[in-house]
């Protein structure tokens, strides 16, 4: 089988990086820092409409946004996981999943240098066969071009995809792909309000769901 993992509030809990990030570059704005419940809540589709959301909130001028987003970038690629962590089960699930011989990849909004940074400095990176990021291609999740086209990297095969957000569940639905919901990340609706065929908390229940499915 062919999985795609979305990144942030997926397989790690980057929100204090992108935090830090966004609160670096409003603070060079003369702006307000953003909390950690506000940081989650702007978190899913990409640094853009990430600065988008805070340069609105903090009431900033003409040309913040442009400005807000390359510092966010410019942060990312100076400190791509200071303070990132993966989620329990992630050491033990991915190496057992390449074991049983699954193709794993990567569909993130995040810029895609970044992304492969944090995956090589929290130890994950040689378990992804594909990496694509919120810059891979032109446009990003929730259109779903950018999981087409990982799962088209990975090759032939049934194809899941997991995520922890409305985004996720939406790039799923439009690329006609089965999802699995990881309900600890930065969702912020009710579980049964977004499109599922699979709903873990723990990674070992993904483990054992992806099993049957190969039964």
Known sequence: MNIVFDLDGTLIHSAPDIRAAANAALAAEGAEALDMDTTIAFIGNGVPKFAERAVRLRGLGDGAEARVTQGMLEFFDRN???????YDGIEQLLPALRADGHRLGICTNKPEAPARAIL???????????VFGGDSL????????????????????????????????????????????????????????????????DFAELGNFIATRDA
Do not use: M, Q, W
């Open 80 to 86: 791509p996981a200071e303070f990132s962590r993966l």
């Open 120 to 130: 090589d400095i929290l130890g994950i990176a040689d378990a992804f066969d594909v």
């Open 138 to 201: 032109p446009v990003k999740k929730p259109d779903p071009a950018p999981l087409h086209a990982t799962f088209e990297a990975l090759g032939g095969g049934a194809r899941l995809y997991v995520g922890d957000s409305e985004v996720d569940a939406e790039t799923a639905a439009r690329a006609g792909v089965p999802f699995a919901l990881y309900t600890e990340g930065y969702r912020k609706v009710p579980v049964e309000d977004l499109t599922h065929e699979f709903r873990f908390s």
